[in-house]
Nanobody, 129 residues
Framework: EVQLVESGGGSVLAGGSLKLSCTAS????????MGWYRQARGNECELVAA???????YYADSVKGRFTISQDNAKNTLYLQMNSLKPEDTAVYYC???????????????????????WGQGTQVTVSL
């Protein structure tokens, strides 16, 4: 059974940092394209960072220079290091497989209820002033 389990969310003051983790089971991250999505209340589900099997990365303009996606293949875990956090980064963050299939915006929302695929359960990130 394929599972993606996220951790590392929480509350932080603006300017602070958080590191999200997404541990995969049932498949190998090294063989997969992976991404981090987020959905703020009232907003669309958007792709914020992605990496493919060739090591190419993608970042949304809003997070470039502040977020870094990486993975530890020995731990089969995907990470999102988030620095210089802003209140507008407040959202539920999801890891997902095959972002090139899911797209940069997922209509309706994040998660398998809106778009079939492998998604984590989501982790809340709250940034306050």
């Amino acid at each position: 059974e394929v599972q993606l389990v996220e951790s590392g969310g929480g509350s932080v003051l603006a300017g602070g940092s958080l590191k999200l983790s997404c541990t995969a089971s049932g498949f190998t991250l090294d063989d997969s394209d992976m991404g981090w999505y987020r959905q703020a209340r009232g907003n669309e589900c958007e792709l914020v960072a992605a990496t493919n099997t060739g090591g190419t990365t993608y970042y949304a303009d809003s997070v470039k220079g502040r977020f870094t996606i990486s993975q530890d293949n020995a731990k089969n875990t995907l990470y999102l290091q988030m620095n210089s956090l802003k209140p507008e980064d407040t959202a539920v963050y999801y890891c997902a497989a095959d972002p090139h299939v899911l797209g940069t915006v997922v209509a309706g929302g994040c998660g398998p209820s809106y778009r079939r695929g492998y998604w984590g359960q989501g982790t809340q990130v709250t940034v306050s002033l």
